[in-house]
Each structure stands twice: as structure tokens, then as C-alpha cells.
């Protein structure tokens, strides 16, 4: 091995050490062995070697926000990747006999006392008029009386009232009203009156945390897989954007001159185009298409298209058309600095070509830049898809996401409020947490920047 | 600075001409011909519907003519939503409601978020500036359709006994309070951000350490030598910000049901109203690419110093 390391490679700048030994007899005959490990072992350092990474580690834990932040991300993946493993419902199922429950219930014994004092001061429960006579009759006859015709009417007369007064009443109470009378209080989580049945009778059955929808889906489940979708999403736009951004951030900035004014043109003209609209043409425009695709066979190109759905994969097109510009501005300009450093001209002089240059010198020079803005990107993919699938060209049905969660919810706003804000919550934590942590990361990752 | 404009407006030109041809050729890509029906027609009929209608010529040509007929405000019929209406008059009935709801927000966005943003700036560390950090990093992290749903909610009788505006859009003054408030939110967020960032750099400044101890009234430093300069790098972000407050329409008339231009866009996606999303889409670039080109030179105008003429560099 150390004698192999002796002969330099092809293209390398280090001498070559038989060279050295011939021109300085005086050199002793090992001075050019490699160390032995223990040599290593007792070379002293004065302080351990910091990598880049493990120092923008040790900097983004001082920051108290992003770690917090962090564990957020980190509570929402779970909860959006794990949970739907944990419930034992999915989110287009539909449970029968338990729609549109609420985030709270009676327990089985509540329920059966709020029937039976419902049932007291209803119709049911009173007595109409004749069978209080014979009511009373029997009474009289067990005592060994008999009733007058006056104490009879009188009888009557008084069941009658009570019915009538009954009957108005049972308009009024309702399972609110009769839980007050009672002093009942609802327990959390929404559980239908078959399924405390089946509790009540020893069998375990799963909660509906958040309550189900009109068509009887657990929102739980509903959300998870929304969350899911959205970080997925997010991802997925944010790797797109970050190939094709530095790709042609690298080359314009590199090759400059020519290449780099007409490659900054087409970027000034696609920055000014409205990406929104051209969102929402695509979605529009490629759906048929799209659509046609869909049914023309049933290869595996076909069962993605299923998979995604239409309106996403038209908010992937844009993404990859549109929305790269940011990245390869940022990635063109930090670049166009560093390939005026001196170990790119070395690097030329040795004759490397543009894309190793690229590749091996710069690209990794500005990873601090390219992991924040891709970071970054995460949030706001995330953003503009719950702002497409509310306006209902988002993610579509069966799936879900939470933006189009938000968007069924408007119009039962007053009466589930909850159904609302419980995704739009989610959604606004997970991208205040994302924005935060991402912040954290370009303090962490590029000090200079910090103000 | 003459060679800029024509540069930029040169500029602004082709993007529109992009955009126009863009959304032709996405229009031409449906499968299908506007005369399927229940009815099948006969060929016959199909042929002839199609020279009626110029269909019969190839592509580039019908592409030619149709931005011709753009120039003159003719950008075809609806097909779906109001038969045989012109679009351009439908544009013109509703984009003004999307207009005067999108400048009161960005007006209030302006006028709130850029003082807060120099409060922030010179009350840096204090709980002052803490306060509005959290509140301006919760605005920029919630969707539109949040805070606007939240509003509704809140404000228009969700809570009992709260009700402060009416829920449905009637047009009084009244009504255009909560979606001007949920629309200018995120703007007005994003705006002090940046303000304070400006601010800060700009009160770092040698002359502003010269203006002081000259003996200068705070007053005086902050709205005479500070925020002037402040605020050239503030005007950049307000162009991306018309459009998203147009986009950002979308979602704020569908939650407060305002007849706006967003709203009907929409729509017209969902019933597939070709004719009508196309002339929405290149009228809303138009207008947005011409409110981007006017921020521009107006920057340009503010700060002489930075000459733009070859690329901004």
C-alpha cells in the first residue's frame, strides 16, 4: 500500500517522492512512510475537527425556536405516517351509523338515563286520560272502594291537562336540555350509539378523536393522510425545484457572457409571468387530457396519473416550469462569485472541465444557499397546494389534503366549526413550524447572513 | 434610464405575447371539439360549424387571429356560464369589485405594515419587536383561507351574540370590511418583515449616526433619513404582491361569496368554459405584468443610484 502512494497519479500536483529522496541525500529513508496508527494515536490535537455540518449542528441546537420547531415537524410526521397505522379506519372509508359525530360524547349509561328522562317527559311517559281512570279504578278496587262519576271526571280532567301540557314540552326537550337536568357532562371523542354499544359490551372500539363527516369518515384519519399529502407534496416540489434550479443556476452562472444573458432573460420573462394562473390554466386545460390519458390503457405511466390525479401532476408541471426561478437566481449568484476564486482557475489550469468544476467545486461551495432556499420551498409548496385544493383544483377526490378538508367545511361553517379549524390549524402550524425551522437553518448554515 | 424602460417595456411585451400564445396552444391541447353533444352531429354539420368558426385553419393562423381580436377587446363569447355573453363584458362587470377589494387591502397592508415595520425596526429587542415578529411569522404561515374563515367565523355570527358584519357580501360598506382585512393580512405581514429588515440596514448607516449627532430629533431621523431609504427595497416587494393579492381574491371571494373576477375564474375552471378562462387568464397576466412593469420603473425613478440598465448588477 505505502509503496503505491509513493508514485503519484496521472494529473496530480504532488511530486514525486523518489524524486525528493534523490535530490536531498541528507533526508532520512522513512521520511515518507505513512504513520503507523499508533504514531496517529499519539499525535496530540489541541482541538477536535469540526465538520461543516456538525458546527451549523452545534449552532441551530443553541436556537431555541427552531428546535421547537423541529419537534413540531417531527410530532406532524409522525402523526401524518404512523397515525393512519394506528387508526383502524381509512379515510375514505364510511362508517355506517356513525356520520357527521361531534368531538364529544355520552358514555352507554348517560345516554340510556337522557332516553329515559326524555321518554318521562314526553308523550310516552304520560298517561292519557282513560287509562288514568283505570288506573285509578284498579287502585280503588285493591283498597276495596269505588269510584264516584265526579272523582272520575275529575280524574280525567286532570290526565288530560297533563297530556296537553306534555305534548308541548316535547317539542322543547331535547338531549342537551335533558343532559342539564341531569348534570351529565360529555365525555371527549365522538363515538356513535352503536358503537358504545359494542363497547359497553367488552369490545374495544377505536374513538373518532375529531369527530366523523356527514358521509360517516372519521376526520382523524381525514387529517393524517391530508398532512401526508401536503409534506409529500412539499417534498417532492421542493427536489423538483431544486434539479432544475441548479442545473441552469450552475450553467448560467458558469458559462456567463452570452449564454447567461439570454438564460437571464427567459428567467426575468418567467418571473413576471403570473405562476397562479398559469396554475390554474394547467389544471384546467390538462385535466381532460389528462383524463383521456388516464382511460387510454392501464399501463403503469396510467396508474400514477391515478394515483396523483390530475390537478396535482399539472401543479408538478407548473412547478417544474415555473417556479425554479427563484432557486437558480439565488444559485446563479453565489456562483458567479465563487468561480473567481482561486481554486477554480487552479482547477482549470488542471484542465477539469465546466461540469466537474461545477460539480466538485462550486455547487458544494454554496450548499448552505441551496439547502435553505430548498428548504424554504417545502412551506411554500405546501401553501400554494391547500390554496389550490380550496379553491377545489387541488388534490382530487377520493383523496384528500387539508386544504380541500377546509374548503368542505365552509359551508357548514356555523353548525362544525370545528371540522374547519381543525386541518386549517394543522396546515398553519405546520408551516409556521416549517417557515421557523427554515430560518433557523439559513442562521445555522450560513452565520454571515445572520442580522 | 430611457434605455431601461424601453428594455423593460420590451420586456413586458414578450411576456404577454408568451403568456397569450401559451394559453392558446394549452386551449388547443383539449381533446375533443366543441360540438360534442348528446346529438352527435354529422360531419357535414361539424365541417361547416368549423368554417363558421374559422376551425378549419391551421393552428398558427387561428392563433394569429385571436390575438388580433385581443387587440381589439373582442376575446370571444362564453360557451358554458352566461351563453353567447361576451367575455370581455363580463371581465368588466366583475373585475372591479376584485379590483377596489384588492387596493383597499393592499392599501391598509401598505399604511399598517410599513409603520409597524419601523417600530419593529427601532424598538429592536424589546417586547415591542417581539410581539410583531410572532404576529407577522403567524400572518405569513397561514393561508388566506384561514384567516379569512376564522373572520367569518368570529365576526359573522359563528359566535352567538357576535355579529358584527353581515356574513354575505351585499356591496354596502359594511360587507367590504372582513374580506379587505383577510386580504391584506398576509401583505401587510410580509411587508413589515421586510420593512424592518430595510430599516435596520438603513439605520446602520454612517449618515444616520451624522443626522444624530447632529443632534436631529428621533421623529425627524426615522421619517426624513431612514424610512426614505428604507423604503426603495420595500417598493420591489410590492409587485409580486398585487398579484398575489389578485390570486389571493380568489380564495377571499369564494369564502365571503363576493361576485368577483376571481370567483367567476374558478367556476369557469369547474364548468370547463373555455372562452371565458382563457380571456380571464391573459386579461389578469395583462394586468399584473403592466402593474409589475410600473413598480419597476417606479423604483427605478426612486433610487437613481442602482443602475438597472445592464441586468440590475
Known amino acids: 500500500m505505502a509503496e503505491n502512494k509513493r508514485y503519484k497519479k496521472f494529473g496530480s500536483l504532488q511530486p514525486n517522492v523518489d524524486d525528493i529522496m534523490k535530490w536531498n541525500a541528507e533526508l532520512p529513508e522513512n521520511a515518507f512512510e505513512p504513520a503507523t496508527s499508533e504514531e496517529k494515536e499519539n499525535f496530540i490535537q489541541d482541538r477536535k475537527s469540526v465538520s461543516y455540518w456538525k458546527d451549523a449542528w452545534r449552532r441551530l441546537r443553541k436556537n431555541t425556536v427552531a428546535m421547537v420547531a423541529l419537534a413540531i415537524i417531527i410530532i406532524l410526521t409522525l402523526f401524518a405516517f404512523v397515525g393512519p397505522m394506528v387508526v383502524p379506519y381509512t379515510y375514505k372509508q364510511q362508517i355506517r351509523g356513525s356520520e357527521a359525530l361531534g368531538l364529544s360524547h355520552y358514555t352507554y349509561e348517560d345516554i340510556q338515563a ?72 360529555k365525555k371527549p371523542f365522538g363515538y356513535s350509539e352503536k358503537e358504545l ?105 396510467q396508474k400514477l396519473v391515478t394515483i396523483l390525479g390530475p ?94 378538508m377546509c374548503s368542505e367545511a365552509l359551508s357548514g361553517l356555523n353548525t ?11 396546515l398553519s402550524l405546520m408551516i409556521l413550524s416549517l417557515n421557523l425551522f427554515g430560518d433557523g437553518l439559513r442562521d445555522a448554515l450560513d452565520p454571515r447572513l445572520k442580522k | 434610464m430611457r434605455k431601461y424602460t424601453i428594455r423593460r417595456i420590451f420586456m413586458a411585451v414578450v411576456t404577454l405575447l408568451v403568456v397569450a400564445c401559451l394559453t392558446f396552444i394549452l386551449m388547443n391541447a383539449i381533446p375533443g371539439n366543441p360540438w360534442l353533444s348528446e346529438k352527435a352531429p354529422s360531419q357535414a354539420t361539424i365541417d361547416a360549424l368549423n368554417a363558421k368558426y374559422g376551425l378549419d385553419q391551421p393552428v398558427p ?77 403567524l400572518g405569513i404561515s397561514m393561508p388566506g383561507f384561514v384567516v379569512a374563515t376564522i373572520l367569518l367565523h368570529t365576526l359573522c355570527g359563528g359566535i352567538s351574540g357576535v355579529k358584527v358584519f353581515p356574513a354575505l357580501f351585499d356591496g354596502s360598506a359594511k360587507s367590504y ?55 426603495i427595497p420595500v417598493i420591489t416587494y410590492l409587485g409580486p404582491q398585487i398579484a398575489f393579492t389578485l390570486c389571493g381574491g380568489l380564495v377571499v371571494e369564494r369564502v365571503f361569496s363576493i361576485p368577483g373576477l376571481g370567483r367567476y375564474f374558478i367556476q369557469s375552471i369547474q364548468n370547463r368554459d373555455y372562452p371565458v378562462i382563457m380571456g380571464t387568464t391573459i386579461f389578469l397576466a395583462t394586468f399584473i405584468i403592466i402593474m409589475n412593469l410600473v413598480v419597476d420603473l417606479c423604483y427605478k425613478l426612486v433610487d437613481p443610484r442602482i443602475n438597472l440598465s445592464n441586468g440590475g448588477h
Not at chain 1, 398559469?278 to 383521456?292: G, Y
Not at chain 2, 399604511?111 to 429587542?125: H, N
Not at chain 2, 410581539?131 to 411569522?137: E, F, P, S
Request: aromatic residues 8%; proline residues 3%.
Open chain 1, 114 to 185: 337522557i332516553h329515559a328522562y326524555i321518554e318521562e317527559h314526553t308523550g310516552t311517559g304520560v298517561l292519557s286520560p282513560d287509562e288514568a281512570v283505570e288506573q285509578a279504578r284498579a287502585e280503588a278496587e285493591a283498597n276495596g272502594k269505588k269510584l264516584s262519576r265526579i272523582e272520575e271526571a275529575k280524574i280525567r280532567a286532570q290526565a288530560s291537562v297533563n297530556a296537553e301540557s306534555s305534548e308541548a314540552e316535547e317539542e322543547t326537550i331535547t338531549e342537551s336540555q335533558a343532559a342539564k337536568e341531569l348534570g351529565l357532562k
Open chain 1, 197 to 301: 354499544e359494542r363497547k359497553a359490551s367488552g369490545e374495544k372500539v377505536f374513538p373518532h378523536v375529531f369527530g366523523t363527516d356527514d358521509q360517516g369518515r372519521d376526520i382523524m384519519v381525514r387529517v393524517m393522510v391530508g398532512t401526508r399529502v401536503s409534506i409529500t407534496v412539499g417534498i417532492c416540489a421542493a427536489l423538483l425545484v431544486l434539479i432544475i434550479g441548479a442545473v441552469y443556476g450552475s450553467i448560467s452562472g458558469y458559462c456567463g457572457g452570452a449564454v447567461d444573458a439570454v438564460m437571464q432573460r427567459i428567467v426575468e420573462m418567467i418571473y413576471s409571468i403570473p405562476e397562479m394562473l398559469i396554475i390554474l390554466l394547467l389544471s384546467a386545460t390538462l385535466k381532460p387530457a389528462l383524463e383521456q390519458f388516464q382511460n387510454s390503457g392501464n399501463g403503469i405511466l
Open chain 1, 311 to 404: 390537478n396535482l401532476i399539472s401543479m408538478f408541471i407548473a412547478f417544474g416550469l415555473l417556479y425554479w426561478v427563484t432557486m437558480s437566481r439565488i444559485i446563479r449568484g453565489q456562483i458567479l462569485q465563487l468561480k473567481q476564486q482561486e481554486y477554480v482557475t487552479a482547477a482549470r489550469a488542471l484542465g477539469a472541465k465546466g461540469g466537474r468544476i461545477i460539480r466538485r467545486h462550486l455547487l458544494p461551495n454554496c450548499i448552505g444557499q441551496i439547502v435553505t432556499t430548498t428548504f424554504l420551498q417545502i412551506p411554500s409548496a405546501i401553501f400554494l397546494e391547500s390554496f389550490l385544493s380550496f379553491v377545489g383544483v387541488g388534490v382530487s377526490a377520493p383523496l384528500t389534503s387539508l386544504g380541500s
Open chain 1, 416 to 426: 362544525y366549526p370545528y371540522r374547519l379549524f381543525i386541518p386549517a390549524v394543522i
Open chain 2, 61 to 137: 393562423v387561428q392563433m394569429v387571429k385571436y390575438l388580433g381580436n385581443i387587440l381589439h377587446g373582442d376575446f370571444g363569447t362564453s360557451i358554458k356560464m352566461q351563453k353567447n355573453r361576451a367575455v370581455l363584458s363580463i371581465i368588466m362587470e366583475m373585475f372591479p369589485v376584485s379590483a377596489k377589494i384588492g387596493s383597499i387591502a393592499l392599501l391598509w397592508a401598505v399604511l399598517v405594515g410599513v409603520p409597524l415595520g419601523c417600530l419593529a425596526a427601532f424598538k429592536r429587542g424589546t417586547w415591542v419587536d417581539s410581539l410583531l415578529r410572532i404576529v407577522c411569522t
Open chain 2, 177 to 231: 370590511v372582513l374580506p379587505c382585512l383577510a386580504l391584506g393580512f398576509y401583505p401587510m405581514c410580509y411587508l413589515s418583515r421586510q420593512t424592518r429588515t430595510a430599516m435596520l440596514d438603513s439605520i446602520n448607516q454612517e449618515y444616520i449616526k451624522t443626522a444624530k449627532a447632529k443632534g436631529l430629533k428621533n421623529n425627524k431621523i426615522i421619517f426624513k433619513h431612514a424610512l426614505r431609504n428604507a423604503l
